[in-house]
């Protein structure tokens, strides 16, 4: 039977009638597929998973924080063979979007800033109510939080993310470290339920009130670990005053159900940072490298920015540990160049342009800043000067270049449509303090009809936005920056 027509199974036997609709869901890094199932008046959330105990997991461990009076989706109905059940739904508002004013200017609103304290709150009563009574063997793929799984995440980073800047280094030296860090963690041990993945993306907002979800990778662990997640997960980008306050917060909540030493709980709270930035390093070098998935190749700058702040004091207890962390985050690739992991937008160094023209057979440019590029517009559709013998000595800066390319008239249209793309995203990049954007036209010999679309897009986004344009015409070796001061130099 499909996986439509199981769901499906499931919905008839709850509500006694089929659904209208059934609609695919994205599942973000997940391997499990979600999909939407909606009849006249209710609908639910229809999961296929790949892991009958990672299913069961999930399950039982709803059954049990629903029992606690936590706030997470009751499940309705499971099939047979237990790859497919759905849950209740609680909607499309996921804290992540919740956040996003404060997430792209770098300040976060009172509503916002009310939502993140309400779930700091919440989460020692997960840790700790969820943790009453609770039987961990049904845990996947782990009962407890152990030396073997903090291994298995270190050597993830290892191999998925290090290995794949190139750096050389010392196996037995780093693993020496890795031992130690190891220790370190495990000094925290205690009976708490550790969600392990608790982020903004596995929130819900539903009705004011934050709903938990995704917790099926849940274990029996420290409870600085989801701290540690939540507060420096990679593009939430909390502002340090901010994630102290929320720190608070927590510790507070805590408080009511166990002794809380702050200054104590701060210091091995920075190891169970350092220690989930390096995961979270190799699941979004092992989903965004090997896998190709776009969405942890963003993540990675901002991950590396939280891995810059914490390694501004040494860990000693590390020391070839953090000397391989330094090398790899000065690594040219790694520069921040691209969105601007900066908590404030307005301490970056501003939108740069770089307007480039070129030759299709000489290949499209490079992006050096190491975003990969950015609009690449094709001219060779275009009336070709360099067809008629006067032309061919000149470039798209000569005037009878220019004359015989607008007389014709095609490219002031093509420019226009180029240029209403482009504006757009200069805007938005300003808005969100990114520092780069690459803009490049290409034509058969980057000599007529892309040189004069280069010139003519940069003077246009000089004029138009206050931006710092760089123009290369590269098949004329020529460069001319625009810098906002008015002042132009060749």
């Known amino acids: 039977m499909s996986k439509d027509n199981e769901l499906e199974t499931l919905f008839i036997r709850l509500t006694g009638e089929p659904p209208l609709y059934v609609k695919a869901l994205s599942a973000a890094g997940s391997n499990r597929k979600y999909f939407r199932l909606t009849g006249p008046d209710r609908s639910f959330i229809g999961v296929e998973g790949t892991s009958i105990e990672e299913n069961r997991a999930f399950i039982v461990l709803s059954k049990h924080f629903k029992q606690a009076g936590l706030p997470v989706p009751q499940v309705f109905e499971e099939s047979c063979d237990g790859l497919f059940y759905l849950q209740e739904d609680l909607g499309d508002t996921l804290l992540f979007d919740f956040i996003s004013h404060g997430r792209e200017t770098g300040t976060f609103n009172k509503q916002e800033t009310d939502m993140l304290h ?7 009563e997960i840790q700790v109510l969820g943790a009453k009574d609770l039987d961990f063997s049904v845990c996947y793929p782990q009962p407890a939080f152990n030396r073997r799984s903090v291994m298995w995440d270190l050597n993830y980073f290892k191999y998925c993310f290090l290995k794949a800047t190139g750096i050389e280094f010392q196996e037995d030296r780093l693993e020496d ?19 392990r993945d608790f982020q903004s993306r596995n929130i819900m907002i539903k009705d004011g009130k934050p709903c938990f979800i995704d917790f099926q990778g849940g274990r029996k662990g420290p409870v600085h670990y989801d701290v540690a997640s939540f507060l420096w997960q990679a593009k939430a980008r909390y502002p340090q005053t901010l994630r102290k306050e929320l720190l608070y917060t927590y510790l507070r909540s805590l408080n009511r159900f166990m002794p809380v030493n702050d200054e104590e709980f701060g210091r091995q709270l920075r190891h169970f940072v350092l220690f989930r930035t390096l995961q979270v390093l190799g699941a979004y070098g092992f989903r965004g490298y090997f896998e190709k998935k776009a969405h942890f190749l963003q993540s990675i700058p901002f991950a590396l920015e939280n891995l810059r702040e914490l390694l501004a004091d040494d860990f000693v207890e590390y020391p070839y540990l953090t000397t391989l962390l330094k090398q790899m985050i000065g690594l040219k690739q790694f520069q921040t160049t691209g969105p601007n992991p900066c908590p404030n937008p307005a301490a970056a160094q501003g939108l740069t342009v770089t307007v480039c023209s070129f030759s299709y057979k000489k290949g499209i440019p490079n992006d050096e800043s190491g975003n990969g590029g950015g609009f690449v517009f094709d001219c060779r559709a275009i009336h070709n000067p360099g067809k008629y013998e006067r032309y061919k000595s000149l470039t798209g800066q000569d005037l009878p270049v220019i004359e015989f390319l607008e007389e014709d008239g095609e ?6 449509h180029a240029w209403s793309l482009v504006d757009a995203a200069v805007k938005r990049y300003k808005e969100r303090g990114f520092t780069s954007l690459m803009v490049c036209f290409g034509c058969t010999g980057g000599q007529h009809r892309s040189v004069y679309s280069a010139q003519k897009t940069a003077e246009h986004l000089f004029r138009q936005h206050d931006v710092e344009v760089h123009l290369i015409h590269r098949e004329q ?9 008015k002042t132009t130099s060749v």
């Open 477 to 485: 070796n020529k460069e001319q920056r625009f810098v906002p001061s």
């Open 118 to 124: 309400e779930v700091m709150q919440k989460l020692p």
């Open 411 to 416: 490219i002031k249209q093509f420019l226009k």
């Open 177 to 195: 470290d890795f031992n130690r860090l190891s220790g370190t963690l495990l000094q925290s041990e205690s009976d708490t339920f550790m969600y």
